[in-house]
């Protein structure tokens, strides 16, 4: 299914946006939405994957 190939490209995609990410010190709260953002989206795929 298309959705098993989605989840690891987003896990890759998501640390390779955090580790380029500029700053994240002092940009913390932007840094940790991000980070977030791409958690929620490997969740939701997770969840449509077991319907």
Not at 6 to 21: A, C, K, S
Not at 22 to 44: D, K, S, W
Request: net charge positive; glycine share 4%; hydrophobic share 65%.
């Amino acid at each position: 299914m298309k959705i098993n190939y989605l989840i690891p490209v987003v896990i890759i995609l998501g640390l390779i946006t955090l580790f380029f990410f500029p700053e994240p010190e002092t940009n913390f709260l932007a840094y940790a939405g991000t980070a977030l953002f791409f958690i929620m989206i490997v969740i939701f795929l997770l969840i449509k994957n077991k319907k």
